[in-house]
């Protein structure tokens, strides 16, 4: 049986397979990992895997704001639309730097943090997403929206039609 969902922590959700990034590189290579990734946002990390950044489409959305409707769907989009997202945001963008667009005031959350914490922090801080870090900020995963819904939704009781 699931456990109760207040007793759940983050780390009991979070996504464990995470696609980071790497200050230096650039935008075009981002754009290529989210789409490769199917993903809407990256982890910005530095060599000893802390969390140093977070780069999401809205941080493209930001200096291309023409394209606003195309990326905020990329994350349900199909490959043609992705290539062709990814083909025109490197055309104007790609040569700068993760560092130059990523958000860096990073809102993150422990392992150990109950999900009512982790959706309340979500909600004040207006994120959909949190990287969830150790004491020396080492990213150990992602917690979504979407993980503390499907957490909600597996701890619900069972209904008999």
Known sequence: MAKDVYERRAKDVMS?????????????????????????????VDRQSRC????STSDFVEVTRDMDAGLTELENADEP????????????????SVTELMSESVVSIGPDA??????????REHVHRLPVVDSNDRLLGIISMTDILAAFVECAPARTA
Request: proline content about 3%; hydrophobic content about 50%; glycine content about 6%.
């Open 16 to 44: 464990r397979d995470l696609v980071t990034i790497d200050a230096k590189d650039s935008a075009h290579d981002a754009l290529q990992l989210m789409a490769e990734n199917k993903v809407a946002a990256l982890p910005v």
């Open 81 to 96: 639309l992705w290539g062709a997202c990814l083909e025109r945001l490197s055309d104007s963008i790609g040569h700068q």
């Open 114 to 123: 109950p999900l009512f914490e982790v959706a309340s922090r979500m909600l």
């Open 52 to 55: 140093v950044g977070f780069l």
